[in-house]
């Protein structure tokens, strides 16, 4: 039995990387893109349906995406939180310290999905946190997702 251990742990990880994508999108496309301008260990980018929340496309760890950070308003949240919030028209750009003294930030941002002319993906928002020790401001996340939205085919 111990041989399938290893194995099913990669069937596990396969699987979690089949994130769906919104229709008529490359996954793999839209996924290098986000990559390219946000990516690191300790990102979450989620694109939801607007209105409904439903999740069509994941960049990052499901374990980052669930984690529970400061929300610089003095409670809480997770990019899962918060993409629930951004399919009922959140919008913002923030960030604060996330470790005693500065030494980590988080920054979050979240808004509409801004899609090509012809797009069929439909009404889109997205959701991003990242937190570390080079974290970006939540308005720089902002503004390098939209041009990675648009350029992954969106």
Same mark, same amino acid.
């Given at each position: 039995?111990?041989?399938?251990?290893?194995?099913? +742990?990669? =069937?596990?990880?396969?699987?979690?990387?089949?994130?769906?994508?919104?229709?008529?999108?490359? #996954?793999? =496309?839209?996924?290098?893109?986000?990559?390219?301008?946000?990516?690191?260990?300790?990102?979450?980018?989620?694109?939801?349906?607007?209105?409904?929340?439903?999740?069509?496309?994941?960049? +990052?760890?499901?374990s980052a995406c669930i984690r529970k950070l400061p929300d610089c308003n003095g409670g809480t949240l997770s990019t899962t939180d918060l993409?629930?919030?951004?399919?009922?028209?959140?919008?913002?750009?923030?960030?604060?310290?996330?470790?005693?003294?500065?030494?980590?930030?988080?920054?979050?941002? =979240?808004?509409?999905?801004?899609?090509?002319?012809?797009?069929?993906? +439909?009404?889109?928002?997205?959701?991003?946190?990242?937190?570390?020790?080079?974290?970006?401001? #939540?308005?720089?996340?902002?503004?390098?997702? #939209?041009?990675?939205?648009?350029? #992954?085919?969106?």
């Amino acid at each position: 039995m111990r041989p399938l251990l290893p194995l099913l +742990g990669l =069937t596990a990880v396969m699987l979690a990387a089949c994130e769906p994508a919104p229709k008529g999108v490359d #996954g793999q =496309t839209l996924l290098d893109e986000v990559a390219r301008v946000v990516g690191d260990p300790n990102t979450c980018v989620l694109i939801v349906e607007q209105e409904t929340g439903k999740k069509t496309f994941q960049y +990052g760890d499901p374990s980052a995406c669930i984690r529970k950070l400061p929300d610089c308003n003095g409670g809480t949240l997770s990019t899962t939180d918060l993409a629930d919030l951004a399919a009922k028209g959140d919008d913002r750009a923030i960030s604060c310290d996330s470790a005693p003294e500065g030494a980590r930030t988080v920054a979050w941002a =979240t808004g509409p999905v801004e899609t090509s002319p012809g797009s069929k993906a +439909g009404k889109l928002a997205y959701a991003a946190m990242m937190e570390g020790e080079r974290a970006l401001p #939540g308005r720089e996340i902002k503004a390098r997702l #939209g041009p990675a939205f648009r350029r #992954g085919g969106l």
